[in-house]
Nanobody
Framework: VQLQASGGGLVQAGGSLRVSCVAS????????MGWFRQAPGKEREFVAA????????YYADSVKGRFTISRDNTKNTVYLQMNSLRPEDTAVYYC?????????????????WGQGTQVTVSS
């Protein structure tokens, strides 16, 4: 599976942004998907994850209530809708694919990674 993230950009605090991740291959629907982020000088951290069919989602406490993960298996795409953005959300956002239909928060559980898309939130 190859992943291509896009949709990042510069937004003011309080604004919204949606990042997308398109997967190649015919088995996208058999992967749980996750979003992670990495700010400068910090470790990569879990943001959100979604199960194969989209019925189960899970969020980091820092984004719960502000971010929404979703997927469209007909388009091989997973989305992260980010609302009420804060300067501390500034990071490179990565999508990742996990071949097990479980919600995972650890980096090592994900087998495939996209290249990342930069999200910058100005105060």
């Amino acid at each position: 599976v190859q992943l291509q993230a896009s949709g990042g950009g510069l937004v003011q605090a309080g604004g919204s942004l949606r990042v997308s991740c398109v997967a190649s291959g015919r088995t996208f629907s058999r992967y749980a998907m996750g979003w992670f982020r990495q700010a400068p000088g910090k470790e990569r951290e879990f943001v959100a994850a979604i199960s194969w069919g989209g019925a189960v989602t899970y969020y980091a406490d820092s984004v719960k209530g502000r971010f929404t993960i979703s997927r469209d298996n007909t388009k091989n795409t997973v989305y992260l809708q980010m609302n009420s953005l804060r300067p501390e959300d500034t990071a490179v956002y990565y999508c990742a694919a996990d071949p097990h239909n479980t919600i995972e928060v650890h980096i090592h559980e994900y087998d495939y990674w996209g290249q990342g898309t930069q999200v910058t939130v100005s105060s």
